[in-house]
Every structure is written in C-alpha cells, then in structure tokens.
C-alpha cells in the first residue's frame, strides 16, 4: 500500500520561507513523476508542481512559478516543495502526490496544511 | 490556459443514476481523469484514462468521453457516494495539469 506523508505546514509569516516534505514508503520512488497539488480552504484542487522520476524536469503551476522550487531525494525517499514570499492566495492543504505512468494522480497524502498570517 | 467546467452540484436519490459532466474544449482528444473527496478527506482516484477503474473501485463507477464531454456516471447511488467529484487532464498546450471546479454530489 502506498503511504504519502506530508509534513512542514504551519502559520508563515510574511517574508518567512517554507519547505514541506513528503516522506513516501512501499513503492520504487525513483520510478515515478510526483506532485505537489493544493485546496484553498473551501475551495477546488489545484495542480501546483510537477517532477519527473528522476528529478531532472519540472513544472509549475502559473501561480507559484518563480516562487516555489520542487525537488526529490532519492536516498531518502523524500520529496519537497521550498516556497518563498508567501502571500495569502497561498493558505491551503498542500497534498503531495503520486503520478500513475501517464499523467493521473493515483495515490495521495493526507495533507499538510499551510496558512498565511500577516 | 486549458478550462474544464463541471456544474457545481448534483443531486441523486439513492438507488438512482449520477451523472456528472466535464466540459473542455475537444475534451475527447485527452486523457480524462476522475477523483472522489469525501468531507475532511484526500482525494481518491476512481476513474483514470478516460473509462479504467483502479484497483478496489466499485464497478458503480464508470466514465466516458466524447468530443466536447466526458462524464462520470455512478450507478446505483448510495449515501456512501455523498462527496465532491473532479475531472482532471494533462494539456498538452501549457504542460500543465488541469482541474475541473469540483461538483458536489448530494444523495436525497
């Protein structure tokens, strides 16, 4: 059974960075995409970012692009989201992914939440 | 950026047929993905690739797509089906994934 799970969500304040981990167990890690994907509270799902198995291609969603850095460590089977200047668009549960091979999501995390406070 | 657009909310008495569409411009041409979320839960995969069940997931759930729409249809609704559904595609155009707004299925 695949187990995601996330960790670092907190109350940021302004000009405090972040970093959230995802901590994955019972799959090769090193062979499947990951995600970061997010819910504002009361609101719908939102792709945020994209990495490939290997960790040589990303992506990121047109809202946090140049604000946020995705990243995976394979030795210990563990992926991150670093997120800079934070506003309050960026209050949400963070969940952190798995990619079927073809572009579904087909195994989440619980989620980590993360609330801006100015 | 590519849109998705499913209507906000559903309503279904159990026993009965959902249905829940997911608009997008020449929808049939990708790859359509379906996710239940239950209240103060994660998401769940329940369709992938258009019409493919995962592993555990009722025979209930099925889905289609076809040039302008893809569907999700629930037969047989139970309470248990209570949740929001969202449709999901990868657009080629943007390389980004896309969400559709959710619908909230509610069983009378």
């Known amino acids: 059974q695949v187990h995601l799970v996330e960790s670092g969500g907190g109350v940021v304040q302004p000009g405090r960075p972040l970093r959230l981990s995802c901590s994955v167990s019972?799959?090769?890690?090193?062979?499947?995409?990951m995600h970061w994907v997010r819910q504002a509270p009361g609101k719908g799902l939102e792709w945020v970012a994209f990495?490939?198995?290997?960790?040589?291609?990303?992506k990121y969603a047109d809202s946090v692009k140049d604000r946020c850095t995705i990243s995976r460590d394979i030795s210990k089977n563990t992926l991150y989201l670093q997120m800079n200047d934070l506003t309050p668009d960026d209050t949400a549960v963070y969940y952190c992914?798995?990619?079927?091979?073809?572009?579904?999501?087909?195994?989440w995390g619980q989620g980590t939440l993360v609330t801006f406070s100015s | 950026s590519y849109v998705l657009t499913q209507p906000p909310s559903v309503s279904v008495a159990p026993g009965q047929t959902a249905t829940i569409p997911c608009e997008g411009n020449?929808?049939?041409?990708?790859?359509v993905h379906w996710y239940q979320q239950k209240s103060g839960q994660a998401p769940v995969e329940v369709i992938f690739a258009d019409t493919v069940r995962p592993s555990g997931i009722p025979d209930r759930f099925s889905g289609s797509n076809y040039v302008s729409s893809a569907t999700l249809t629930i037969s047989r609704v139970e309470a248990g089906d209570e949740a929001d559904y969202y449709c999901q595609v990868w657009d080629t155009t943007s390389d980004h994934w896309v969400f559709g707004g959710g619908t909230k299925l509610t069983v009378l």
């Open positions: 992914v798995k990619s079927r091979a073809g572009d579904s999501f087909d195994s």
């Open positions: 019972a799959f090769t890690f090193d062979t499947f995409a």
């Open positions: 020449n929808i049939g041409g990708k790859s």
């Open positions: 990495i490939s198995h290997d960790g040589t291609n990303t």
